[in-house]
């Protein structure tokens, strides 16, 4: 199984982040399949944002809740994650992630910049 995330690099104060998340090798469809956002700010640890699950249920951190849609195109075996009114603190490096039958897959992260 592999994951990419694409998105925007740069983003202005107030917008809204976008990043997808490509998976291919196995279907988010897939049971017991748990599909996550992941961020890690500049100089600090991982921080969770939320995961939809294979049967399309969805949950969020609750500091990020009111904050945070993720949704998925399974058509395109894709997750999204759509992060508005962003703020220079949101700025970091993005990932998705995979929980799998017990295993981890990661996606390569991307680098997002909050900044006017």
């Known amino acids: 199984v592999q994951l990419q995330e694409s998105g925007p690099g740069l983003v202005k104060p107030s917008q809204t982040l976008s990043l997808t998340c490509t998976v291919s090798?196995?279907?988010?469809?897939?049971?017991?399949?748990?599909w996550s956002w992941i961020r890690q700010p500049p100089g600090k640890g991982l921080e969770w944002i939320g995961y939809?699950?294979?049967?399309?249920?969805?949950y969020f951190s609750p500091s990020l809740k009111s904050r945070t849609p993720i949704s998925r195109d399974t058509s395109k075996n894709q997750f999204t994650l759509q992060l508005n009114s962003v703020t220079p603190e949101d700025t970091g490096v993005y990932y998705c992630?995979?929980?799998?039958?017990?295993?981890?897959?990661w996606g390569q992260g991307s680098q997002v910049t909050v900044s006017s």
């Open positions: 992630y995979g929980l799998i039958n017990g295993d981890d897959y």
């Open positions: 090798g196995g279907s988010i469809t897939s049971s017991p399949y748990y």
């Open positions: 939809v699950r294979y049967s399309g249920g969805i």
